[in-house]
């Protein structure tokens, strides 16, 4: 904001300047243009000439403002036709008979041997002071817009701002307690409510999270604590047996089989522990609805269009069919995402497209891409959590997000599948038709 400050004052500074530096030129000026009169002055005197006096008209002069002929007896020898003679400005009447009124700024010419006063004025009919006034006001407007604009990015844009700048920091902290205060501003109102909305839901995440460890730390126990008893049983039957307290041949099968239940006992604990390990870790959301297929597919292609232009893939998306689908917008977009990532990522470049079908009361969105280098036998564990294929050595991943995609799809009474044809690689999502 101090730098803002800054720059305001330089900006205000400049405007002075230029009002002063205006101000100057416009009162220091030759409003006179030079000597212009003397244009208009031999002008009238060659009309004066050739058509004589009562024939000169000065409507269309600027500087000079009447005309005087001599009539007195004065005659003076030294006059010739190019004898000028200046006094003051004074604005004489035609009709005044002193012919050489010292007050007046005029010119004398002799004419066909007659005497002819030109009275002119310098600043060619224009008041300096009106001139000196309006571009006063004119800089005072600009002015006025200036302070005005300024104080506009201030208060409505700069300000806001600077309360935004900590919120990233807070949130990598894991401030995740305190809401923004909500502004109907109409540059940062919907900033600030996506911002709130990632923050509520950052804090869910987070909730969710610890409530899961919580959970799994929980079971885990209880699953060890559970092994403890049957763990005891076999290693008191195995003690037994091996101080050999069983002789009976019956006796110790019956202690062969209480120890094999044992261990069944075990494993279904060990069974339990990976299930757990196996279940869904992440809290994936969706509010089932319904929206247009081509609402889906205008954002993907706002999303991938530039980007894949940019780096030279030929990109399609159909747009032949339309039709209301059942789900999660925002999760689907999320999906088709994903199935593009993965086209760009593991595809060798040349071509992108999204196809469209229908079948059996489903829409199918189908993501192919060229230069396919999977092996036929790893696609059954695409959709598995933490799995890569073969060809996924050089690249960076989690192995979870076609994961993610199948996960998201059941939960909006969907499907996903994959399949290889003539070299393309096909991701396909179902979605069911509203």
């Keep these: 904001m101090k730098a803002f400050n800054r720059i305001f004052a330089a900006v205000m500074a400049v405007i002075l300047m230029l009002a002063a530096a205006a101000n100057i030129l416009l009162l220091t000026a030759d409003h006179g243009g030079g000597r212009a009169y003397r244009v208009e002055i031999e002008r009238l005197a060659r009309a ?3 058509s004589g006096f009562e024939s000169v008209s000065l409507a269309d002069c600027k500087f000079v ?25 004074c604005d004489v009447d035609r009709y005044d008979t002193d012919f050489y009124d010292t007050d007046s700024d005029y010119v004398i010419r002799k004419i066909s041997g007659e005497l002819y006063r ?4 310098t600043n060619g009919g224009a008041d300096p002071t009106r001139a000196v006034i309006i571009v006063n006001v004119m800089l005072g407007m600009m002015a006025a817009v200036t302070v005005v604009l300024m104080l506009y990015l201030k208060y409505q844009i700069l300000k806001p701002f600077e309360q935004l700048k900590e919120v990233p920091y807070e949130l990598s902290k894991g401030n995740l307690t305190v809401p923004m205060k909500e502004t109907k501003n109409r540059f940062f109102g919907r900033f600030i409510w996506g911002v709130n909305v990632l923050r509520e839901n ?3 995440q987070k909730e969710r999270e610890l409530a899961l460890q919580r ?8 699953l060890s604590h559970d092994i403890k008893t049957p ?7 195995a003690k037994a047996l091996s101080k050999g307290l069983y002789e009976d041949r019956e006796k110790q099968t019956d202690i062969a089989d209480h120890i094999n239940a044992k261990a069944d006992e075990i494993e279904g604990y060990v069974s339990q522990i990976v299930t757990a390990s196996r279940e869904d870790f992440l809290s994936l959301e969706v509010n089932n609805a319904e929206f247009y297929l081509s609402v889906l597919m205008k954002k993907i ?7 894949l232009a940019l780096i030279g893939t030929d990109f399609s998306v159909s747009d032949d069919i339309d039709c209301l689908i059942n789900g999660d917008l925002d999760r689907s977009v999320e999906v088709l995402q994903n199935m593009v990532e993965n086209a760009v990522k593991y595809g060798d470049g040349r071509r992108i497209a999204i196809g469209l079908s229908e079948e059996d009361g489903c829409t199918l969105i189908t993501v192919s891409n060229s230069g396919c280098t999977l092996d036929e036998s790893d696609i059954p564990n695409m ?3 933490f799995w890569r294929g073969t060809n996924a050595a050089k690249e960076k991943g989690s192995g979870l997000g076609l994961y993610i995609c199948r996960q998201l799809m059941h939960k909006m009474n969907g499907e996903i599948f994959a399949e290889i044809k003539d070299g393309f690689m096909c991701v396909t999502a179902v979605f069911a038709k509203a």
Excluded: P, W
Aim: glycine share 4%; aromatic share 16%.
């Design 48 to 50: 004066i000439e050739e």
């Design 65 to 89: 403002t009447h005309i005087i002929r001599y009539d007195g007896d004065f005659y003076d020898t030294d006059l010739g036709d190019t004898d000028l003679y200046n006094a003051d400005l």
């Design 118 to 121: 030109f009275g002119y004025q």
């Design 202 to 204: 950052m804090e869910q």
């Design 215 to 222: 959970d799994k730390k929980v079971l885990l126990l209880s």
């Design 231 to 237: 763990l005891s049983a076999i290693k008191l039957y």
């Design 301 to 307: 292609k706002q999303y991938y269009a530039e980007k």
């Design 383 to 385: 959709f598995n959590s």
